[in-house]
Protein backbone atom coordinates (compact mmCIF):
# COMPACT_ATOMS: atom_id res chain seq x y z
CA UNK A 1 0.00 0.00 0.00
CA UNK A 2 1.46 3.33 -0.78
CA UNK A 3 0.09 5.20 2.15
CA UNK A 4 2.60 8.14 1.55
CA UNK A 5 0.61 8.49 -1.87
CA UNK A 6 -3.13 8.52 -0.27
CA UNK A 7 -2.17 10.57 2.64
CA UNK A 8 -0.27 13.33 0.52
CA UNK A 9 -3.54 13.00 -2.03
CA UNK A 10 -5.95 13.11 1.03
CA UNK A 11 -4.11 15.79 2.56
CA UNK A 12 -3.92 18.03 -0.42
CA UNK A 13 -8.01 17.51 -1.34
CA UNK A 14 -8.84 18.73 2.94
CA UNK A 15 -6.89 21.72 2.43
CA UNK A 16 -8.45 22.67 -0.47
CA UNK A 17 -11.66 22.28 1.08
CA UNK A 18 -13.37 24.66 3.24
CA UNK A 19 -12.15 24.58 7.18
CA UNK A 20 -15.21 24.74 9.07
CA UNK A 21 -15.54 24.69 13.12
CA UNK A 22 -14.12 26.91 15.59
CA UNK A 23 -11.09 27.15 17.95
CA UNK A 24 -12.00 26.45 21.61
CA UNK A 25 -11.60 29.68 23.27
CA UNK A 26 -13.42 28.33 27.07
CA UNK A 27 -9.68 27.90 27.57
CA UNK A 28 -8.51 30.95 26.55
CA UNK A 29 -4.65 30.60 26.30
CA UNK A 30 -5.57 27.64 23.23
CA UNK A 31 -7.63 30.10 20.62
CA UNK A 32 -4.17 32.20 19.94
CA UNK A 33 -3.45 29.34 17.85
CA UNK A 34 -3.30 29.50 14.07
CA UNK A 35 -6.22 27.71 13.01
CA UNK A 36 -5.19 27.13 9.51
CA UNK A 37 -2.53 24.62 10.96
CA UNK A 38 -3.00 21.29 9.75
CA UNK A 39 -0.52 18.15 9.89
CA UNK A 40 -0.32 14.55 9.37
CA UNK A 41 1.59 11.82 10.97
CA UNK A 42 2.11 8.04 9.35
CA UNK A 43 4.49 6.03 11.88
CA UNK A 44 4.34 1.91 11.67
CA UNK A 45 5.76 -0.93 13.56
CA UNK A 46 9.16 -0.88 11.89
CA UNK A 47 8.96 2.83 12.04
CA UNK A 48 8.78 3.88 8.85
CA UNK A 49 7.93 7.30 9.27
CA UNK A 50 5.53 9.82 7.01
CA UNK A 51 4.47 13.70 7.74
CA UNK A 52 2.91 16.42 5.99
CA UNK A 53 2.47 20.02 6.52
CA UNK A 54 2.20 21.26 9.95
CA UNK A 55 3.56 17.51 11.51
CA UNK A 56 6.59 18.18 13.29
CA UNK A 57 5.15 21.46 15.15
CA UNK A 58 3.94 20.58 18.87
CA UNK A 59 0.60 21.80 19.82
CA UNK A 60 -1.79 21.00 23.04
CA UNK A 61 -2.09 17.29 23.20
CA UNK A 62 -5.28 17.98 25.99
CA UNK A 63 -7.22 14.93 25.85
CA UNK A 64 -4.82 12.51 24.12
CA UNK A 65 -2.80 12.85 27.39
CA UNK A 66 -6.06 10.72 29.31
CA UNK A 67 -4.74 7.65 27.25
CA UNK A 68 -0.97 8.02 28.62
CA UNK A 69 -2.53 8.63 32.36
CA UNK A 70 -4.85 5.71 32.03
CA UNK A 71 -2.34 3.54 30.59
CA UNK A 72 0.11 4.28 33.60
CA UNK A 73 -2.82 3.82 36.18
CA UNK A 74 -4.11 0.23 34.48
CA UNK A 75 -0.55 -1.35 34.46
CA UNK A 76 0.26 -0.37 38.20
CA UNK A 77 -3.11 -1.08 39.58
CA UNK A 78 -4.74 -3.83 38.12
CA UNK A 79 -8.43 -4.77 37.28
CA UNK A 80 -9.85 -2.75 40.50
CA UNK A 81 -9.41 0.07 38.92
CA UNK A 82 -12.63 -0.21 37.44
CA UNK A 83 -14.37 0.23 40.75
CA UNK A 84 -13.53 3.49 40.75
CA UNK A 85 -14.59 4.27 36.81
CA UNK A 86 -16.61 2.49 34.41
CA UNK A 87 -15.86 1.32 30.74
CA UNK A 88 -19.20 2.42 29.13
CA UNK A 89 -19.79 5.17 26.55
CA UNK A 90 -21.38 8.24 28.06
CA UNK A 91 -23.44 9.51 25.21
CA UNK A 92 -22.56 12.96 26.56
CA UNK A 93 -20.44 15.99 26.26
CA UNK A 94 -16.89 15.24 27.25
CA UNK A 95 -17.56 18.10 30.53
CA UNK A 96 -20.49 16.69 31.22
CA UNK A 97 -21.80 15.94 34.99
CA UNK A 98 -25.37 15.05 34.47
CA UNK A 99 -24.99 11.46 34.56
CA UNK A 100 -22.79 11.32 37.91
CA UNK A 101 -25.38 11.17 40.17
CA UNK A 102 -27.24 8.75 39.15
CA UNK A 103 -24.14 6.85 38.71
CA UNK A 104 -23.02 7.28 42.53
CA UNK A 105 -20.02 9.47 41.71
CA UNK A 106 -18.45 6.64 39.74
CA UNK A 107 -17.92 8.45 36.07
CA UNK A 108 -18.72 6.67 32.24
CA UNK A 109 -15.40 6.40 31.09
CA UNK A 110 -12.23 7.16 32.13
CA UNK A 111 -11.55 9.39 28.74
CA UNK A 112 -14.44 12.03 29.60
CA UNK A 113 -13.62 14.68 31.89
CA UNK A 114 -14.91 13.13 34.92
CA UNK A 115 -13.44 9.80 34.81
CA UNK A 116 -9.83 11.17 33.97
CA UNK A 117 -10.00 13.72 37.07
CA UNK A 118 -10.55 9.98 38.85
CA UNK A 119 -7.25 8.71 36.90
CA UNK A 120 -5.21 12.10 37.99
CA UNK A 121 -6.48 11.11 41.91
CA UNK A 122 -5.31 7.72 41.59
CA UNK A 123 -1.70 9.19 40.68
CA UNK A 124 -1.91 11.41 43.44
CA UNK A 125 -2.29 8.45 45.41
CA UNK A 126 0.41 6.10 43.89
CA UNK A 127 3.14 8.57 42.94
CA UNK A 128 5.69 10.70 44.70
CA UNK A 129 6.06 12.67 41.42
CA UNK A 130 3.12 12.67 39.57
CA UNK A 131 3.75 15.16 36.92
CA UNK A 132 7.22 13.91 36.70
CA UNK A 133 6.38 10.27 36.68
CA UNK A 134 3.63 10.78 33.91
CA UNK A 135 5.87 13.20 31.93
CA UNK A 136 8.90 11.25 31.90
CA UNK A 137 6.47 8.16 30.59
CA UNK A 138 5.30 9.53 28.20
CA UNK A 139 9.26 10.66 27.14
CA UNK A 140 10.17 6.95 27.31
CA UNK A 141 7.46 5.75 25.09
CA UNK A 142 8.51 8.49 22.36
CA UNK A 143 11.64 7.95 22.71
CA UNK A 144 12.39 11.16 22.97
CA UNK A 145 12.88 13.73 25.87
CA UNK A 146 12.32 16.83 24.36
CA UNK A 147 8.56 17.03 25.74
CA UNK A 148 7.51 19.51 28.24
CA UNK A 149 4.30 21.17 30.12
CA UNK A 150 3.09 24.77 28.71
CA UNK A 151 2.69 26.51 32.41
CA UNK A 152 0.43 29.30 30.16
CA UNK A 153 -1.66 26.49 28.73
CA UNK A 154 -2.06 24.93 32.37
CA UNK A 155 -2.51 28.22 34.25
CA UNK A 156 -4.99 29.26 31.83
CA UNK A 157 -7.56 25.89 32.53
CA UNK A 158 -6.99 26.22 35.77
CA UNK A 159 -8.34 29.53 36.26
CA UNK A 160 -11.26 28.41 34.05
CA UNK A 161 -11.39 25.36 35.33
CA UNK A 162 -15.03 25.49 36.86
CA UNK A 163 -16.53 22.56 35.65
CA UNK A 164 -14.17 20.51 36.15
CA UNK A 165 -14.15 22.00 40.12
CA UNK A 166 -17.60 21.27 40.19
CA UNK A 167 -17.23 17.58 39.31
CA UNK A 168 -14.50 16.70 41.42
CA UNK A 169 -16.30 18.17 44.24
CA UNK A 170 -19.38 16.29 43.29
CA UNK A 171 -17.48 12.98 43.10
CA UNK A 172 -15.74 13.55 46.42
CA UNK A 173 -18.88 14.19 48.19
CA UNK A 174 -19.38 10.02 47.17
CA UNK A 175 -15.93 9.27 48.47
CA UNK A 176 -14.41 8.66 44.55
CA UNK A 177 -12.00 11.75 44.84
CA UNK A 178 -9.32 11.16 47.64
CA UNK A 179 -6.80 14.09 47.67
CA UNK A 180 -8.07 17.55 47.45
CA UNK A 181 -9.90 18.59 44.51
CA UNK A 182 -6.95 21.72 43.68
CA UNK A 183 -4.44 19.16 43.50
CA UNK A 184 -6.58 16.97 40.87
CA UNK A 185 -7.03 19.75 38.88
CA UNK A 186 -3.75 20.98 38.81
CA UNK A 187 -2.39 17.57 37.73
CA UNK A 188 -4.91 17.41 35.21
CA UNK A 189 -4.67 21.19 33.77
CA UNK A 190 -0.97 20.56 33.78
CA UNK A 191 -1.05 17.20 31.99
CA UNK A 192 -3.30 18.40 29.54
CA UNK A 193 -1.10 21.22 28.55
CA UNK A 194 1.42 18.77 27.59
CA UNK A 195 2.31 19.94 23.89
CA UNK A 196 4.14 17.23 21.27
CA UNK A 197 4.42 17.25 17.51
CA UNK A 198 1.86 14.71 15.70
CA UNK A 199 5.24 12.73 15.06
CA UNK A 200 5.65 11.95 18.89
CA UNK A 201 2.34 11.47 19.06
CA UNK A 202 2.05 8.68 16.69
CA UNK A 203 5.24 7.40 17.70
CA UNK A 204 4.17 6.96 21.43
CA UNK A 205 0.94 5.56 20.85
CA UNK A 206 2.89 2.24 18.85
CA UNK A 207 2.73 0.05 21.97
CA UNK A 208 -0.94 -0.13 21.55
CA UNK A 209 -1.11 -1.14 18.14
CA UNK A 210 1.84 -3.49 19.14
CA UNK A 211 0.05 -5.90 21.86
CA UNK A 212 1.35 -3.46 25.01
CA UNK A 213 5.05 -3.40 23.81
CA UNK A 214 7.15 -0.30 22.42
CA UNK A 215 8.36 -1.91 19.24
CA UNK A 216 11.77 -0.07 19.38
CA UNK A 217 12.95 -1.81 22.96
CA UNK A 218 9.98 -4.70 22.80
CA UNK A 219 9.62 -3.49 26.43
CA UNK A 220 6.14 -4.47 27.48
CA UNK A 221 4.18 -1.31 28.83
CA UNK A 222 0.66 -2.75 29.11
CA UNK A 223 0.20 -6.57 28.99
CA UNK A 224 -1.20 -7.92 25.52
CA UNK A 225 -5.27 -8.37 27.24
CA UNK A 226 -4.68 -4.80 28.61
CA UNK A 227 -3.83 -3.42 25.58
CA UNK A 228 -6.70 -5.09 24.00
CA UNK A 229 -8.73 -3.17 26.66
CA UNK A 230 -8.16 0.20 25.92
CA UNK A 231 -8.01 -0.30 22.38
CA UNK A 232 -11.62 -1.00 23.02
CA UNK A 233 -12.58 2.12 25.44
CA UNK A 234 -10.86 4.26 22.57
CA UNK A 235 -13.27 2.82 19.95
CA UNK A 236 -16.17 3.37 22.04
CA UNK A 237 -15.27 6.28 24.32
CA UNK A 238 -12.47 8.46 22.54
CA UNK A 239 -14.79 10.36 20.44
CA UNK A 240 -17.31 11.34 23.63
CA UNK A 241 -20.65 11.39 22.36
CA UNK A 242 -19.13 11.55 18.70
CA UNK A 243 -17.05 7.66 19.57
CA UNK A 244 -20.21 5.91 17.15
CA UNK A 245 -19.68 8.48 14.79
CA UNK A 246 -15.82 8.30 14.41
CA UNK A 247 -16.10 4.36 14.93
CA UNK A 248 -18.74 4.55 11.99
CA UNK A 249 -16.59 6.63 9.52
CA UNK A 250 -12.86 6.16 10.52
CA UNK A 251 -13.46 2.18 11.54
CA UNK A 252 -10.21 2.55 14.25
CA UNK A 253 -9.76 3.14 17.66
CA UNK A 254 -8.50 6.45 18.33
CA UNK A 255 -8.28 9.74 20.52
CA UNK A 256 -8.92 13.58 20.04
CA UNK A 257 -8.45 16.74 22.44
CA UNK A 258 -9.52 20.16 21.84
CA UNK A 259 -6.10 21.22 20.99
CA UNK A 260 -7.17 19.47 17.49
CA UNK A 261 -5.03 16.45 17.62
CA UNK A 262 -6.38 12.92 16.93
CA UNK A 263 -4.21 9.80 17.22
CA UNK A 264 -5.63 6.83 15.35
CA UNK A 265 -4.43 3.10 15.68
CA UNK A 266 -4.51 0.27 13.27
CA UNK A 267 -3.63 -2.70 15.40
CA UNK A 268 -0.58 -4.77 14.41
CA UNK A 269 0.50 -2.15 12.05
CA UNK A 270 0.30 1.58 12.46
CA UNK A 271 -0.58 4.63 14.43
CA UNK A 272 -1.52 8.11 12.25
CA UNK A 273 -1.83 11.31 13.54
CA UNK A 274 -3.77 14.27 12.98
CA UNK A 275 -3.90 17.96 13.87
CA UNK A 276 -6.02 20.67 12.68
CA UNK A 277 -7.08 23.07 15.80
CA UNK A 278 -10.73 23.94 14.27
CA UNK A 279 -13.24 21.28 16.26
CA UNK A 280 -16.72 20.36 15.28
CA UNK A 281 -19.65 21.09 17.80
CA UNK A 282 -18.72 17.90 19.38
CA UNK A 283 -15.17 19.02 20.28
CA UNK A 284 -13.44 16.95 18.05
CA UNK A 285 -11.47 18.41 15.26
CA UNK A 286 -13.26 18.86 11.87
CA UNK A 287 -10.51 18.06 9.70
CA UNK A 288 -8.68 15.83 11.65
CA UNK A 289 -12.37 13.52 11.72
CA UNK A 290 -12.56 14.01 7.60
CA UNK A 291 -8.90 13.34 6.85
CA UNK A 292 -8.99 9.89 8.75
CA UNK A 293 -12.47 8.92 7.23
CA UNK A 294 -11.22 9.76 3.80
CA UNK A 295 -7.65 7.79 4.46
CA UNK A 296 -9.58 4.45 5.81
CA UNK A 297 -11.89 4.77 2.88
CA UNK A 298 -8.71 4.94 0.60
CA UNK A 299 -6.62 2.46 2.00
CA UNK A 300 -9.79 -0.15 2.73
CA UNK A 301 -8.13 -0.97 6.43
CA UNK A 302 -10.21 -0.58 9.52
CA UNK A 303 -10.35 -2.92 12.33
CA UNK A 304 -14.13 -4.69 10.94
N1 LIG B 1 -8.40 20.24 29.16
C1 LIG B 1 -9.63 20.02 28.47
C2 LIG B 1 -10.81 20.13 29.43
O1 LIG B 1 -10.77 19.64 30.51
C3 LIG B 1 -9.58 18.69 27.80
C4 LIG B 1 -10.85 18.36 27.06
C5 LIG B 1 -10.59 17.70 25.73
O2 LIG B 1 -9.52 17.73 25.16
N2 LIG B 1 -11.66 17.14 25.20
O3 LIG B 1 -11.79 20.71 29.12
Redesign the pocket.
Known amino acids: MDYQKIISEVYADIIGKENFGKV?D??PELACIDENKFGINFTDLEHNSFGIGDFEEKF???????VFALSYVYEKLGEKLWSRVDVEPSGNA??SLVQLEADHGIPRNP?I?AG?LVICDILLEICTDPKQELLQFIRDLTDDHQIFFNEKVAAS?MQN?F??AAMCNYMKSFGNIKSQPDAVIEL??HL??IEMTCKQLSRSFLYLANEGKTPSTDEQILSLSKAKRINAILLTCGF?DESGEFSFLVGLPGK????GGIVAIYPQHYCITVWSPKLNEK??SYRGMKFLEEFTTQTGESIF
Open positions: PYISIQSISKFNFNAESRNYCCSYSGVGGN
